[in-house]
Every structure is written in structure tokens, then in C-alpha cells.
């Protein structure tokens, strides 16, 4: 079975084919950063608008590199949601309506189930069951995973997702958009233990976060230092080495709890955060130290990507799923 996959929830066009038998085919990417950039966030109606220049001709270049046509696939999988309903509306139509025209079924993707599969694409997949941390700049949840479809959400955050705390965190450090990656290289030159900031909600049982106070302590470590005229870019450095430390410090604790609750050893991460190569580092460490194991996805499937949503499509229609002649998109859609 050869299915396209269309990514169009946030700031990227993302397009890919995957087949059974040969894995992934082919891709294509592009972002949207430079667009927002000068706005320091995405603005919705800016990426609808580029989302519907790029998708056509990302769709050509995906077909041409994997020497296809349409009527060669079996199937079209979009991202239904959750995300920004113009651009998702961009990637259903498209989707639903090629889908239509080559006969073959249609399947709306959640995007955070394309998130979670996505390191099965490499060649050192996981085995079901295991725990996922999906970090990105909407989400951040703990979920037991015991199957495709089969998901037990064991905790959440209760305010800000991780990625947006970097990117909130970025924007008071000046460090530009988007903020994670660019926190993440400050940090290199940061002093750590220079600043010890909160680990938030990590005495309290359970599996949920809570990231907001991290962003007001940030703040007013920014304000504080910039009163006493000791700001300078090794302090921010230090800020955002310690702003790091702490947000991956409270997702290992909570990753590292939820495989003892769940007695499972496998934990998978994925989501834009999981880019992050502390974060990555801390859970490989505390896991070797149990006897369990950290899977994640190859960095450019950390973020939004086309393949993820034609990998978790493929999977869906391959189970018999696939969605009705009607557009329709989950702007909010719990998974
Ligand atoms: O999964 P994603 O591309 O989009 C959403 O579905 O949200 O995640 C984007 C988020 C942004 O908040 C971005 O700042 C964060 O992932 N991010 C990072 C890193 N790379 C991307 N956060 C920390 N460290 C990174 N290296
Ligand atoms: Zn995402």
C-alpha cells in the first residue's frame, strides 16, 4: 500500500509517500519560519495563504522524486487536526479532493498520533507497548501506547506545552523565533548552576506538568538582572542554560515515573522538544541506569513533517479506517 501524506497544521508544508514494503519513498519540507520570523510567531492567515502556494508543487516534487503518478497510490492522508483550522482546511481539501480524484480512500490524521508513530519510520523502531512523551509547541502529554489506536493518556500539562515555554522563554531572552532551537544553542555557552530555577510540580504525585511559573521566573530573572545592569550575553546564556536544565530535569523525573507506574521499560519521544539534544542526553543516561531504553525520531521527524502523517495515514488505512466524502477538520481534537 503507497499512501501521500499532506502536513499543513502550523508553520510547515510537509509532503511525503509511504509505502509497505519500501518504508518511506520520498518527502519534502518546507517551512515557513523566514514568513513569521519578523512577526515572532506564526500568524494563521500568512501560513493558510503559503500553505496553499507550496502543497501543489511539494506534491509534484514528491511524486517526481518517487518516479509516480497519482494513480499509482492507494491512499491520501492529511492532518485533520488538532492546529490552525485555515491552514488544516488547506491540507483536508487538497487531500480529500485528490483522494476523490484518484480513487482511492481518504484518512484525516491526528497530528499528534503522526508525532508519536513517527519514530517507526527509523530503522531501529520500538515494540509496542511503551510510554511517549510528546513534546511540542502545543502539547506536552505522557502517553501509554499498546498499539496504533490504542492510547492511555497518563498526564499533561496543565497550562503552557513545553516548546511554548521555549518559545515564550526566547522571546524575553531576545534570542528570536523559533525559540526552542535558539534557547537550546544559548545554553551551550551557559554556566550551568549558575542560576538554579524551580522544577515544577516534580513533589507532587501523578504525571502532569506545569510550565507557566517556569516562564515567570525566567521573567523576572530577565528584569532582576537587567535592574542590577548585570544582563549581558553570558547572562543570558546562564538564563537560558538554567530555563533548559530545568524544563528537561522535570520531564525526565516525569518520564522516568511513568514507566514505573505503567512497569514498562521502552519510552518513545517525540514532538518538536524532543529535537533537543540535552533533553535527549538526560533520558538516555537516567535509562541506562534502569535497564530501559529512549527511542526518538531522526531530528528532522522531531518536528512537523509530511512523513509522519503518511506513516500514522498508512497505518490507519491499512486497518480499514478512512473518512467520508465530506471536508472535515478538528481544530481541537483530543487524542
Ligand atoms: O512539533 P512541532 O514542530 O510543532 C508543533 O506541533 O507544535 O514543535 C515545535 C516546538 C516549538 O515550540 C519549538 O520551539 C520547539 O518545538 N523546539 C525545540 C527544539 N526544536 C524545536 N525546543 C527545544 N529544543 C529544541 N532543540
Ligand atoms: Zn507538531
Redesign the pocket.
Known amino acids: 500500500m503507497r499512501v501521500l501524506g499532506l502536513e499543513t ?4 508544508t510537509g509532503v511525503a509517500i509511504y509505502d509497505t514494503e519500501q518504508g518511506l519513498v520520498a518527502e519534502a519540507l518546507y517551512s515557513q519560519i523566514a514568513l513569521h520570523a519578523e512577526y515572532g510567531g506564526v500568524v494563521p492567515e500568512l501560513a493558510s495563504r503559503d500553505h496553499v502556494r507550496k502543497l501543489l508543487p511539494l506534491i509534484r516534487e514528491v511524486l517526481a522524486k518517487a518516479n509516480m503518478q497519482g494513480s499509482d497510490l492507494d491512499g491520501v492522508a492529511f492532518t485533520k487536526g488538532p ?1 490552525l483550522a485555515g491552514a488544516l482546511m488547506v491540507g483536508a481539501c487538497a487531500g480529500r479532493a485528490m483522494a476523490y480524484g484518484w480513487g482511492v480512500p481518504a484518512i484525516g490524521v491526528h ?2 498520533e503522526g ?1 508519536l508513530l513517527a519514530p517507526m519510520l527509523e530503522a531501529d523502531a520500538p515494540a509496542f507497548p511503551f510510554i511517549a512523551l510528546l ?5 506536552t502529554q505522557l502517553v501509554r501506547v499498546d498499539g496504533i489506536g490504542c492510547y492511555t493518556l497518563l498526564g499533561e500539562s496543565l497550562d503552557d ?4 515555554a ?2 515564550k522563554a ?1 522571546k524575553m531572552l531576545e534570542l528570536g523565533y ?7 544553542k544559548a545554553a551551550e555557552r551557559g554556566r550551568v548552576g549558575h542560576y538554579t530555577f524551580p522544577r515544577p510540580m516534580v513533589n507532587r504525585p501523578g504525571l502532569d506538568f506545569s510550565f507557566s511559573g517556569l516562564k515567570t521566573f525566567t521573567l523576572n530573572t530577565v528584569t532582576a538582572s537587567r535592574a542590577a545592569g548585570t544582563y549581558n550575553p553570558q547572562d543570558q546564556a546562564d538564563i537560558a542554560a538554567a530555563f ?1 536544565e530545568a524544563v528537561v530535569a522535570t520531564l525526565v523525573i516525569k518520564c522516568h515515573r511513568a514507566l514505573e507506574q505503567e512497569n514498562l521499560k521502552t519510552l518513545v519521544i517525540a ?3 524532543s ?3 540535552v ?1 535527549r542526553a538526560r533520558l538516555a543516561e537516567k535509562l541506562a541506569k534502569t535497564g530501559g531504553r529512549v527511542y526518538y525520531p531522526r531530528p528532522e521527524f ?3 513533517n509530511g512523513a509522519m502523517i503518511a506513516y500514522a495515514g498508512h497505518c490507519r488505512l491499512a486497518a480499514g479506517q478512512h473518512e467520508g466524502l465530506g471536508v472535515t477538520i478538528r481544530p481541537r481534537w483530543p487524542m
Open positions: 497544521s502550523c508553520d510547515e492546529g497530528h499528534m508525532h513534546v511540542s509547541g502545543g502539547h506545552a513545553a516548546g511554548e521555549f518559545d526566547a523559533p525559540g526552542g532551537p535558539q534557547v537550546a533548559q514532538g518538536g522538544v529535537a533537543n539534544t533533553l522531531c518536528t512537523d
